[in-house]
């Protein structure tokens, strides 16, 4: 079976930095996304990584290392609306673009 | 860039009743669709694989005679809760691969479905 593992909830102040993990077990890999997802709403991509490696993309980065199942999204100069569910996902090969997700961490960004 | 639309945003139904849900790929053809459902503060989880021309194909667990998914053309796929209950009652997602090898995927606004 699949298992993506993140927090489930984590806390920051205005204007910091703040790194959500991700670990996971998958049958294959073929790309680890993240997501953002505000409350009712849909997600929307946030990142993509393959290789091994930092991936910037202005506040936010995301990192993955292959060999230990890991990845990490980094948020800087946090804003208040950066509060939102950040979700994991993981591509395994298959016939299909199917993404299996990670339960999520919700981020609340604080003044 | 690539958008998906999805209808209708909310809605509410009385038990034993069905309702369909459309997702709409715009400016773009989408032969593979997916549907995700989601629940209070859990992930997402994929129901289907809505595939243009030939049958869907369902995730287990998941009822293909109670999710009915129907992909009839390039551009749109439907998702019908056939007689519908309280348990039902959930965050309905879908989405298409898009971008440059459909690495991404772009979802759509989402239904609300409550079942009453």
């Known amino acids: 079976g699949q298992n993506i593992d993140q927090p489930t909830e984590m806390t920051a102040t205005e204007g910091a930095i703040v790194q959500i993990n991700c670990t996971y077990q998958?049958?294959?890999?073929?790309?680890l996304f993240w997501y953002q997802q505000h409350a009712g709403e849909a997600p929307t991509f946030l990142s993509y990584n393959v290789l091994d490696g930092l991936e910037e993309k202005g506040r936010f980065s995301s990192f993955l290392s292959r060999s230990k199942g890991y990845s990490y999204l980094l948020l800087k100069e946090l804003q208040m609306k950066d509060s939102a569910s950040y979700l994991c996902?993981?591509?395994?090969?298959?016939?299909?673009?199917?993404?299996?997700f990670g339960k999520g961490t919700m981020l609340l960004v604080s003044p | 860039g690539a958008v998906v639309s999805q209808h209708p945003s909310r809605v509410i139904c009385k038990s034993g009743t069905s309702v369909k849900i459309e997702c709409r790929s715009l400016?773009?053809?989408?032969?593979?669709m997916f549907w995700y459902r989601q629940f209070p503060k859990k992930s997402l989880m994929l129901m289907a694989t809505s595939n243009e021309g030939s049958k869907a194909t369902y995730e287990q667990g998941v009822e293909k005679d109670k999710f009915l998914i129907n992909h009839a053309s390039l551009t749109l796929s439907t998702l019908t809760v056939t007689s519908a209950h309280p348990e039902d009652s959930s965050f309905y997602i879908c989405?298409?691969?898009?971008?440059?090898?459909?690495?991404?995927?772009?979802f759509g606004a989402g239904s609300r479905l409550t079942v009453l």
């Open positions: 400016d773009f053809q989408a032969t593979t």
């Open positions: 996902a993981v591509r395994v090969p298959s016939g299909y673009s199917t993404l299996t």
């Open positions: 989405s298409a691969p898009t971008g440059a090898g459909a690495n991404v995927l772009t």
């Open positions: 998958t049958s294959g890999f073929n790309g």
